[in-house]
């Protein structure tokens, strides 16, 4: 059957809930409301796909700002739903027998799901010192759908039955898919599913069904009264276009992922347009409206027409990756999010200057969305449950940060130092900050500093005023990332337009050198293959390599262009043009706070930075660069 009968038209006919999306914020940065096309905002934030993600903070996830504030509106939004949804199933005499509303994540990894599935519905983290070290129950962030509560002794504990279910490959091929409290608590309808399955497979044994079956069950009766899924209230997923779904219980769907196509996005949004009723109105003879809130993804309810160009030829690509028989040349590098020092000394002073300001505005995360629909009402988002909480929370969570961060890092040996009488005076701190140098533009408030994006930056800011008030020993050491500490050429893998050198497989892991000009970088290229010192070398691109740095105030990612292994020694090079004030901040960082940092850490081996400014002198310049690190 072929038909025309477009998505628009279904909206305008009823036959499916109306979508809102974003179509202005308070934010005002672009053209695009923030969270109408969330994506190009957080993914360099995010952790990617086929890397070691284990966190090294605890276990405790961590969200891009724009993420995090982006969940805590549509979760808003939902909590208000959930109230108007019981209350009218309470008048129908329903309320026994609820099936909640559904809030649905679209991820674009198995790596980015756990992250957000750990986030709302709670994780595990590690306690305690030595012996006494424990694991405990963290709760998610969103109550209604944390997996989380408070156990007859007050401690946490898992809930028997989920309200939040993570569906990805990883997931359903780990053998981990049920809990047997989960079991226990749906006995009755796993033994209605197993006759149901008995019914049509009557050839095979329902006895043999595995966690992985039961999960997929759970995923396919979201929104079915009395089986498996029907109190399930978020689901956070990567292959929600390839499952079955037809649950038309769902109210708010969240794109985290790429969208390139209108239809990948009519897909997406697609999961959220089933109608709960087709009962008509008793005065008007309609379907009543139903809706469906929808954010990140750029959904356009009128498609573009087709424009007249002239035609554009394909530009050759190359595919750049990493090569399994030149795996002797792997290399592998640390990645910072900033620097810490070890200070001397049982009492902290502290003394705020004009750095330590901090504002908070709209333009990062906004407190306002306006959702609109092609037909029918439309609604206004807003973080008000978050400006609802506790000045004292944001003192305690900005403490707690920067006492975790700074004062509570595990050394080289993994043991973690333990000074707790420390807390009170970072806590006196965190409060003073608070009231004397944070600013509040328009629609802002405090509580917004409970997003981690602003948090970690607050608390930076705390802790360098502690560190320039400080007068005693202090030694420069790293800040890994949470996610991805360890970074490896054995990860790359991408196509590029770009000039290509083919590198040398007796020196480089990569299979070419990807060029931003027509010869520096193949200079380069080639005088390191000719060296017989270097072992194995790198051009960092799309490598995952970056430096930190701030200049002007504003913290940024310095991308060097080579990495060396020359013996024991990692050396960074970086090719230098024109002499520039935001070259030199870079270089600066490098030199002054990267490279002694990662060797007093001792767990990545030793570094080195070389800026050349002349590839054609390059064998001199590294050669003389390694005599002086000889002789230091």
């Known amino acids: 059957m072929v038909s025309d009968f477009s998505l628009v038209d279904a909206i305008e006919c009823g036959i499916v809930k109306v979508p809102r999306v974003p179509v202005a914020d308070d934010s005002m940065v672009s053209a695009i409301p923030m969270y109408r096309h969330l994506w190009p905002h957080v993914k360099d934030d995010l952790p990617k796909k086929g890397r070691k993600t284990d966190a090294v903070d605890g276990g405790a996830p961590r969200l891009p700002k724009e993420l995090e504030g982006a969940l805590q509106s549509l979760y808003g939004n939902y909590e208000k739903y959930q109230e108007a949804w019981t209350r009218a199933a309470e008048e129908r005499g329903e309320g026994s027998r609820l099936t909640p509303p559904v809030f649905i994540v679209v991820c674009n990894n198995t790596n980015v799901s756990k992250l957000v599935f750990d986030w709302i519905a709670g994780w595990e983290q590690e ?104 109190q ?136 306002k969305v306006e959702m609109a629909p092609v037909f029918g009402l439309s609604d206004i988002h807003t973080l008000d449950q978050l400006k609802a909480r506790r000045l004292q929370e944001v003192d305690f969570l900005l403490a707690k940060l920067v006492y975790e961060t700074y004062f509570h890092v595990a050394d080289a040996a993994g043991e973690p130092a333990n000074r707790p009488w420390l807390f009170p005076q970072i806590l006196a701190a965190a409060r003073a900050w608070r009231r004397e140098c944070l600013t509040c533009k328009d629609d802002a408030f405090p509580q917004m500093l409970l997003l981690a994006g602003f948090a970690h930056r607050a608390a930076d800011k705390i802790y360098r005023a502690i560190v320039e008030s400080s007068s005693g020993e202090r030694v420069l050491l790293p800040i890994v990332q949470p996610y991805d500490p360890v970074g490896s050429t054995s990860y790359v893998d991408f196509d590029t337009t770009r000039p290509v050198w083919p590198s040398d497989p007796d020196k480089c892991h990569i299979s070419h050198v990807v060029c931003d000009t027509d010869s520096w970088e193949q200079k380069m290229a080639q005088t390191l293959e000719d060296m017989d010192e270097v072992e194995s070398y790198v051009k960092n691109h799309n490598l995952g390599f970056f430096i930190p740095y701030t200049h002007e105030g504003a913290a940024r990612h310095y991308i060097p262009d080579f990495v060396v292994r020359i013996g024991e020694l990692n050396l960074i090079i970086e090719v230098s043009g024109e002499p520039k004030p935001e070259k030199a901040a870079k270089v600066e960082t490098a030199r002054s706070l990267w490279v002694p940092a990662v060797n007093n850490d001792s767990r990545f081996g030793r570094w080195s930075f070389l800026e050349i400014s002349d590839p054609w002198d390059a064998k001199n310049t590294i050669r003389a660069h390694l005599a002086a690190e000889a002789e230091a």
């Open 127 to 230: 306690v305690g010192e030595g012996d006494e070290r424990r694991t405990v129950v963290a709760p998610g962030n969103l109550s209604l759908f944390s997996n989380v509560e408070r156990g007859p002794s007050g401690e946490n504990r898992w809930t028997d039955r989920p309200n939040t279910i993570l569906i990805d490959s990883s997931q359903l091929e780990s053998g981990e898919a049920m809990s047997a409290e989960f079991k226990r608590a749906a006995a009755r309808e796993i033994v209605e599913f197993k006759a149901q399955y008995r019914q049509r497979f009557p050839d095979r044994d329902a006895e043999a069904i595995t966690d992985e079956d039961l999960l997929r069950e759970v995923m396919n009766t979201v929104g079915k009264p009395g089986r498996l899924g029907e």
């Open 232 to 367: 399930i209230r978020c689901v956070v997923s990567v292959s929600m276009l390839t499952e079955g779904w037809d649950a038309n219980t769902v109210t708010h769907v969240l794109g985290v992922r790429a969208f390139s196509t209108q239809l990948l996005c009519e897909q997406v949004v697609g999961r959220a347009l089933r109608r709960t009723t087709y009962v008509t109105d008793a005065e008007t003879d309609l379907f009543p409206p139903e809706y469906a809130e929808v954010y990140g993804v750029p959904f356009s309810f009128i498609p573009v027409g087709p424009e007249i160009s002239e035609p554009v030829l394909p530009k050759k690509a190359t595919r750049v990756r990493a090569l399994d028989a030149r795996v002797a040349h792997e290399l592998t590098f640390p990645r910072l999010t900033g620097y810490r020092y070890e200070l001397s000394g049982e009492r902290l002073a502290v003394r705020f200057d004009e750095q330590a300001g901090m504002a908070l505005s709209s333009a990062e995360v906004p407190t």
